[in-house]
């Protein structure tokens, strides 16, 4: 009875995997915008990966999804101020951020004929680690199909001072500690 029951969940763990289905990090974004005394400064990720896992009862919808991002991989397009938000970051000892979405609920529009002049409007929820703290983010995001492809984007304000991130302060310049981050995500969802 326990051999069963092992090859029961072994079966349906290989069943959940093979339900992944990748970000193409090709046709995704990732970049955000901080805002600094007398002006704001914007960035993207070079580097990120990810997955999701979608609905097989409603493949339009994702049920969970994580997103790596690469911390040393992240420009403001200004190599002195790279070098600065490396260190502020500590890349070695926090090489990456990681997002786990966990609850999507649907707020407006119906997805399997959504398009992106009129997207499905959703919440999703999760954790998002930053500086190996994790807390919890909610936002909303808008989805459409194009093609084979799940497109998903939306906005989400970060506190980086919840993350146990200090607040960049020089003679001259104050970094204000909320970060907006915009997501432009690609998923190519089995039909």
């Known amino acids: 009875m326990k051999i069963l029951a092992l090859f029961v969940a072994l079966l349906l763990a290989a069943r959940a995997l093979a339900d992944d289905t990748p970000l193409n990090e090709q046709a995704s974004s990732l970049k955000f915008t901080g805002h600094a ?3 704001d400064f914007h960035g993207e990720a070079k580097e990120f990966h990810g997955a999701a896992q979608i609905d097989p009862a409603r493949p339009e919808l994702v049920r969970a999804a994580r997103i790596d991002i690469t911390t040393a991989k992240m420009t403001t397009f200004v190599d002195a101020r790279d070098r600065n938000m490396d260190a502020w970051l500590n890349v070695t000892v926090n090489p990456d951020i990681r997002f786990e979405l966990t609850n999507v609920i649907p707020l ?3 997805l399997a004929h959504a398009t992106k002049a009129n997207p499905a ?6 954790t998002l680690r930053l500086n190996r703290v994790s807390k919890p983010l909610e936002t909303t995001a808008s989805a459409w199909r194009d093609g ?3 497109v998903v984007e939306g906005t989400a304000p970060i506190n980086t001072e919840d993350h146990g991130l200090p607040v960049v302060r020089t003679l001259f ?3 204000d500690k909320q970060v907006d981050i915009a997501f432009h995500l690609v998923f190519e969802v089995p039909r």
């Open 121 to 126: 409007q959703f919440t999703v929820r999760g």
């Open 37 to 39: 005394f007398l002006h």
């Open 173 to 175: 310049l104050t970094v």
């Open 148 to 150: 084979k492809d799940l």
């Open 108 to 110: 407006a529009g119906d």
